[in-house]
């Protein structure tokens, strides 16, 4: 017997979207040929090579939670390949057979990326003992529900640079392991992308605030260079970047977010920008032109925003001192008084210029 098998894990990624798989029999298929021309039919499976060791005792209990919470976030949450008779052809090799799954832990695990090593057997007959003939391990990514745009499913060609790339899934699953519901995987998105600065990126006082990876499309090559310690467009970002990453990272997960813009030209209160550890309204300028944010839905003053710009003060009163940061995840953007975003980013005078502008509604596409 012989399988045609990747040797490490990223070389065979595949992606799983939750709510659409949930109450599914899931799937596989898997190609073989026969080494012995006179092995004409067998019974093949594939077995988890990790099983739980069987300590018991005051420590055993121990060793099994650790061992559980370790497979949630790493290990294999595709159980095994249920076991299937395959017939081989003259040839030799078969075509692709499929197989179903058993024991699926997707469900239970949440959003995550994580690597699957399975152990293939077979045997002729019911009562022969099973024989390894080969192991595979494969990439698993897990995300809440099919993608959103900017990303498509289709047409599944490598000129279609809107397929969902696997350095992005990397990313946004690791940010938001271990997530079952959108508003906590958007949430997640928004604090790794602003807890990125200093380090990574910091806002462009020096530039005046200016867009350096989404201009028109979102040059999302530069920034995972940038994600991975490179040079990528540089260190500086503004809102429009950061919207932009956090918008197209979660909505890879299956959110459903926009980009979408404020104003026109309103004083700020003082704010801890990204990659900033001095409370001040943005670079001392006093005020934004305009602030673009990752927006749910109609992006209007009864929506949600996710801002990994910067930190609103989240106390009582907003327009002074002392300070506490509050991150925007999930905050209604609000009217004037509503003591939700807007306040907390608006001096009082500032608020009604601190419009929603739904019509600048996007989603920038990637390259």
């Not at 017997?1 to 709510?19: F, G, Q, T, W």
Request: proline share 6%; with cysteine.
């Amino acid at each position: 017997m012989a399988a045609r098998l990747s040797i490490n894990p990223e070389d065979s990624p595949v992606a799983y979207a939750l709510a659409e798989t949930k109450g599914n029999t899931i799937t596989i298929q898997a190609q073989f040929r026969r080494l012995d021309p006179r092995l004409r039919a067998v019974e093949i499976r594939a077995v988890d090579p990790i099983v739980p060791s069987g300590n018991s005792g005051c420590l055993g209990w121990l060793w099994r939670l650790i061992f559980a919470i370790l497979r949630l976030l790493f290990g294999n949450v595709l159980g095994e390949v249920k076991a299937r008779r395959v017939v081989f052809p003259a040839s030799g090799l078969t075509s692709l057979e499929t197989f179903q799954l058993r024991r699926v832990r997707l469900w239970r695990a949440g959003v995550g990326v994580r690597a699957t090593t399975w152990r293939w057997q077979y045997r002729r007959r019911r009562k022969h003992p099973w024989t390894d003939f080969a192991t595979s391990e494969h990439r698993i990514y897990s995300v809440l529900e099919t993608p959103k745009a900017p990303w498509q499913q289709t047409p599944h060609a490598a000129s279609n640079t809107q397929l969902p790339w696997t350095e992005v899934l990397d990313y946004a699953c690791r940010w938001a392991v271990l997530t079952k519901h959108r508003d906590d995987a958007a949430a997640r998105v928004t604090r790794e992308v602003y807890n990125l600065g200093p380090g990574t990126v910091v806002y462009d006082c020096p530039g005046g605030g200016s867009t350096r990876y989404a201009l028109g499309q979102f040059n999302c090559t530069a920034f995972l260079e940038r994600l991975r310690g490179g040079i990528g467009n540089g260190v500086y970002v503004n809102c429009t970047d950061c919207a932009t990453f956090v918008s197209t990272f979660a909505n890879i997960l299956g959110c459903d977010l926009w980009q979408s813009r404020m104003g026109w030209g309103f004083d700020l209160n003082s704010i801890l920008a990204i990659g900033s550890s001095t409370w001040q309204t943005a670079c001392g300028w006093g005020g934004f032109s305009y602030h673009e944010v990752a927006w749910k839905g109609a992006c209007n003053a009864n929506e949600e925003v996710y801002d990994a710009c910067l930190l609103v003060d989240g106390d009582a009163d907003p327009t002074a001192a002392p300070h506490t940061p509050l991150l925007p995840v999930n905050l209604r953007f609000g009217n004037p008084g509503d003591g939700v975003y807007r306040d907390r980013l608006a001096t009082p005078a500032g608020r009604p210029a601190c419009a929603p502008q739904p019509t600048t509604r996007q989603r920038r596409t990637m390259n």
